[in-house]
């Protein structure tokens, strides 16, 4: 699994990493079962503090998609549901028509972010 | 073909217009596995088993009736002229036969032809001879009401069947490990196209793997270990309790590579016991100088787990994609890992920024 953060966004680091997930797990990159890295090391790993991935995968855990355990960490216990994997989908196909047309991916997210 | 840090002087600038990306990942989809060598190969490894299981049953149950010596050597027909402490010739003899067993798994486990099958009959025969003798002691005490009294008798002749035991080993053990089917192409070292990467922007890749069979394995040295040291430790010969303490730790070790995780961040390359918290291998970004993807041949990387060999470090599970990551000094770390390519592009951005 990957996650991005990129701190120049509005969009809190917390939500960030909450969506990061939440694609992987669209996308298929993060699969049922599997076991996500402990808040600590992922907190290492993207020099955030403990408590934001703490907070993502508490808001994970509300939202049914990962189960949080003592001594067994984060594991992914539900996969996408269908409308919002064809949304991903038609998502990941804009990306790729813009990018056929020459508009980088944080462009388009300018034109959407225009659009509402 | 190698994914190398850019010029410094060519900033990484975000890919605009780019088609996506055209680099298709290769198929890696498992081969088939031969079904009469997997029977074969399982079986050469149970029968190699066998002389310690028979050490650790004889202990078990002869060991109560056995006092503090054991009669060792014979001249002739009459009453033993020779002993030895019964724990600690027990201690002895299963370090050489676990050692022994071991060596036979591994040949029995590797595709190495006719020297793979010598060495695990070969092998297996010392750990049945070893094992045999001290039953074969071990047996002729208990039958005497004192070891000074015990008669050989027909105990030596047990030496004969472990000795031989070996030749089965050698006749189940295929020299072909496991192999796939059909063997499919190896040379499929691929350069990797660096994840686009926007400045400032943090990525952390992390994925999971392991091998079931390190966990089985980590976990009967560890049981084995735990029995051996509390029948020493019971019988008052805690002086080689060291023994058990040596194998407690081998088993430790080989079960620490049963899960591991490997993660690709601002701290660089690392794999990390997933089960003990210990690290196992790293790679800083700034000692990156390239990371490719390829089908790791545990006979080209020194065989399976953590091994070291000419190529560099590895940790392999078996005949699998992972992720190569060449340092500056020339040396390499390997990993067999679940979409490897998506690893190593992480890997190639970040040593790249």
């Keep these: 699994m990957l996650i991005r953060l990129d701190p120049a966004s509005e969009m809190p680091l917390a939500d960030q990493v909450v969506t990061q997930i939440r694609r992987g797990i669209a996308d298929g990159g993060i699969e049922i079962g599997e076991r996500l890295p402990s808040a600590r090391d992922l907190a290492a790993a993207l020099a955030i503090n403990m408590h934001t991935v703490l907070r993502a995968y508490d808001s994970l855990r509300t939202s049914g998609l990962i189960e949080l355990r003592r001594g067994r960490g984060a594991v992914v216990i539900a996969g996408a549901d269908a409308p919002t994997t064809a949304l991903y989908d038609a998502a990941a196909a804009l990306v790729r028509d813009a990018a056929r047309l020459g508009i980088a991916p944080a462009d388009l997210a300018t034109i959407i972010r225009g659009m509402t | ?353």
């Design chain 2, 1 to 353: 073909m190698t994914t190398d840090r850019p010029d410094p002087s060519t900033p990484d600038e975000p890919e605009t217009g780019t088609a996506p990306a055209d680099h298709a990942p290769a198929d890696h989809a498992p081969a088939g596995v031969d079904g009469a060598a997997l029977l074969r190969t399982s079986s050469a490894v149970v029968a190699a088993l066998a002389p310690a299981a028979l050490l650790v049953v004889v202990a078990l149950v002869v060991g109560p009736r056995l006092g503090d010596t054991i009669a060792r050597h014979w001249s002739g027909d009459g009453p033993a002229d020779g002993f030895s402490g019964t724990w600690s010739s027990f201690a002895v003899v299963a370090t050489i036969v676990a050692a022994l067993t071991a060596v036979s798994i591994v040949a029995a486990l590797t595709r190495r032809g006719r020297p793979s099958r010598l060495i695990a009959g070969g092998a297996a025969s010392f750990a049945g001879l070893a094992a045999c003798t001290w039953v074969a002691t071990a047996l002729a005490t208990a039958a005497a009401p004192t070891p000074e009294e015990a008669v050989a008798g027909w105990t030596p002749a047990l030496t004969l069947p472990g000795l031989a035991w070996g030749v089965v080993v050698g006749w189940l053990a295929t020299g072909s490990g496991v192999r796939a089917l059909p063997d499919e192409e190896l040379d499929d070292r691929a350069s990797v196209r660096p994840a686009d990467l926007r400045p400032g922007e943090r990525l952390a890749w992390s994925g999971t793997t392991g091998s079931p069979v390190f966990v089985v394995m980590g976990s009967v040295l560890m049981a084995l270990a735990i029995v051996v040291g509390v029948v020493l430790f019971a019988t008052g010969a805690s002086s080689v309790v060291v023994h058990a303490a040596v194998l407690f730790l081998a088993g430790a070790a080989v079960l620490a590579l049963g899960r591991v995780r490997l993660t690709v961040d601002r701290r660089g390359v690392r794999l990390v016991s997933a089960l003990l918290g210990i690290r196992l291998l790293r790679v800083r970004l700034a000692d990156v100088a390239g990371v490719e993807t390829e089908t790791l041949d545990p006979l080209s990387w020194g065989g399976w787990g953590l091994r070291v060999s000419k190529r560099g470090t590895a940790y392999v599970t078996g005949r699998r994609p992972g992720i190569v990551v060449r340092r500056r000094d020339g040396s390499a770390v390997a990993v067999t890992i679940d979409d490897a390519e998506s690893a190593a592009s992480v890997a190639a951005a970040l040593a790249a920024r």
